[in-house]
Nanobody, 123 residues
């Protein structure tokens, strides 16, 4: 069993910064891609940023230059540094990870999600 636990959300004024963390725990062989997604009220969940195990990153156009995704493979932890926050960044932010887990003497990959953390940016 694998769990992803996010932290670091909160209320911040426009222009401020927050740093989200996502810790993966459980029976983990390795973690492939990690990502952050967000869902605002009345909207679909959208990609914010992803990072591969080798460190290659990808960002939504709306956050490029403001957000930075990173990871610490030794700690099974991912981060999202959010700067110059805007009211339109307000959403529940979810961590996602493609985790390789041991299974009956072999390994297989599975997709896991965290419970989400609320980010609210006031104008």
């Amino acid at each position: 069993q694998v769990q992803l636990v996010e932290s670091g959300g909160g209320l911040v004024q426009a222009g401020g910064s927050l740093r989200l963390s996502c810790v993966a725990s459980g029976s983990i062989f390795s973690i492939n891609a990690m990502g952050w997604y967000r869902q605002a009220p009345g909207k679909q969940r959208e990609l914010v940023a992803t990072i591969t195990s080798a460190g290659s990153t990808n960002y939504a156009d709306s956050v490029k230059g403001r957000f930075t995704i990173s990871r610490d493979n030794a700690k099974n932890t991912g981060y999202l540094q959010m700067n110059s926050l805007k009211p339109e960044d307000t959403a529940v932010y979810y961590c996602n990870a493609v985790v390789v887990i041991p299974s009956n003497g072999f390994v297989r990959s599975r997709d896991y999600w965290g419970q989400g953390t609320q980010v609210t940016v006031s104008s």
